[in-house]
């Protein structure tokens, strides 16, 4: 396996995380202390890191919104003591 199998298999991971800790699709959760409609589940950015689809208000038309690095931390914490 090369590295960038293994970096897609985190990142795999982590949105899976991601959607059992409540980021997933027709939530509504609190980023950058505006509250938030997801759009979509949790996927790996282009420019790295782990973003979602996001309607904010009366917006008509849905943004991408990278998670903020604690958010990932915490996924990334907990999967860890899943499989520790």
């Known amino acids: 396996m090369t590295a960038s199998q293994v970096d897609h298999t985190q990142e795999k991971n982590t ?3 991601l959607i059992s800790l409540g980021y997933a699709r027709s939530n509504r959760v609190r980023l950058y202390g505006k509250e938030v409609q997801l759009v979509s ?17 009366t917006e008509s038309s849905a943004r991408t919104i990278r998670l903020p690095l604690s958010v990932l931390q915490v996924a990334g914490q907990a999967e860890k003591k899943r499989s520790a």
């Open 41 to 57: 589940d949790p996927f790996p950015h282009q420019e790295g890191g782990i973003a979602v689809e996001v309607l904010q208000g």
């Open 15 to 17: 949105c899976l995380k």
